[in-house]
């Protein structure tokens, strides 16, 4: 009975793997049949799982249009002040320096159209040299040329510190000799603008650098004060304008603004553009009072007024005097106004009772008594 019953469980095994054969053989056909792997469920078993990844793509930006300008019509007309033509004219005549001026005095009367500066300076000129440029002469053929000039300015002499040449020989710098010839050419070129009824502005030299050379430009400006001022000449000082405090030689400054800038060159002999503009500061006003005073009055009727009285009479009030266009100079090292630092205080207003407190409080160093009532009043009890 055992051997019949292992007997049976070896033929279904064997009937059971004979099914399995014939499954495998079946599906292994209709896979080739169509291609598949009959082994993919084996596969499939013991192989990992496969994930499909996807990666963020941000959205697209936006594209935004900038708008275009619209092109401006080649028709559009851009409106322009007319100018106005000169008809006030300044001659500014000298050497290197007189040309640094004239650039000068063109940016200070900027504001006024009506001024035309005429440069008229020469480079390596002066008075002594007459051979190389005769500034009599030229001085001379500018009256004479038709040309309208209404006040002449020069600025010369940086270029004079030479021997002096002429007919009856050659003389050193400073001698008498030379500052006499030197002298007269001054003079000569001063009379002829005052005969040509020119008013003349002589600027003086500025100090320099060098000792030496500051010493020699000094004696020059002596004789530019007392020889030119005879023929009308108006003289301009600039000497301290351009020193510190104590009078020497500073290559920086205050400027016309007010702030401290370079106003003199390296050379320690020129000016930079803020210190020409600081040198036509000096000469300017004098153009401006000499403008303002050859124009005719607008209104006659300004300058005397016809008013009528309550009585009914008629009185002329005559219109106050014009200002002056700068007011006097106040020097700020002058000497003290009120010596002892007393108090100026008049005499005729003080009254018997204000002296005594005067003194008693200024003098003295008291303060005044307390009245009742009154907030410095500490007497006790209250009243």
Not at 48 to 57: A, K, L
Not at 147 to 171: C, F
Not at 279 to 301: E, M, T
């Amino acid at each position: 009975m055992e051997q019949k019953a292992h007997t049976g469980r070896i033929w279904r095994g064997i009937r059971l793997l004979a099914a399995i054969a014939l499954c495998l053989s079946l599906g292994t056909g209709s896979a080739r049949a169509q291609g598949l792997n009959p082994f993919n469920w084996f596969q499939q078993m013991f192989q990992p799982p496969s994930y499909s990844y996807r990666y963020y793509e941000p959205p697209p930006r936006p594209h935004y249009r900038v708008p275009r300008s619209k092109p401006v019509e080649q028709t559009q007309k851009i409106e322009t002040k007319p100018s106005v033509p000169p008809t006030f004219f300044v001659a500014v005549l000298g050497d290197s320096l007189g040309q640094l001026l004239g650039q000068g005095l063109t940016e200070s009367l900027s504001d006024r159209p009506e001024v035309g500066v005429l440069r008229d300076a020469r480079d390596d000129s002066g008075l002594v040299r007459d051979d190389f440029y005769d500034w009599t002469k030229a001085a001379h053929d500018l009256v004479t040329s038709g040309q309208k000039i209404n006040v002449a300015v020069i600025l010369i002499g940086s270029n004079d510190h030479q021997p002096l040449h002429d007919a009856s020989g050659t003389y050193d710098p400073g001698t008498p000799k030379w500052q006499e010839i030197y002298a007269a050419r001054v003079e000569a070129i001063a009379a002829i603008f005052h005969d040509a009824k020119i008013p003349l502005i002589w600027v003086g030299l500025p100090i320099m650098k060098s000792d030496r050379f500051s010493t020699e430009m000094a004696a020059l400006n002596d004789i530019y004060r007392e020889r030119a001022s005879k023929n009308g000449a108006t003289y301009v000082d600039i000497w301290q304008a351009f020193g510190d405090d104590r009078g020497q030689y500073s290559p920086y400054g205050p400027d016309v603004n007010g702030q401290v800038v370079r106003l003199r060159a390296l050379d320690g002999v020129h000016f930079t553009k803020a210190g020409a503009v600081k040198l036509a500061s000096f000469v300017a006003p004098n153009i401006r009072q000499i403008l303002d005073a050859g124009k005719p009055q607008g209104d006659a009727a300004l300058a005397k007024i016809e008013t009528t009285t309550p009585a009914g009479t008629n009185a002329a009030v005559t219109a106050p005097a014009p200002k002056p266009p700068i007011g006097p100079v106040l020097p700020l090292t002058g000497p003290v106004l009120a010596p002892g630092a007393q108090l100026a205080t008049p005499a005729a207003s003080r009254t018997g009772e204000a002296q005594s407190l005067i003194e008693q409080t200024f003098a003295s160093g008291k303060p005044p008594e307390p009245k009742p009532g009154r907030a410095d009043d500490f007497s006790w009890p209250r009243q």
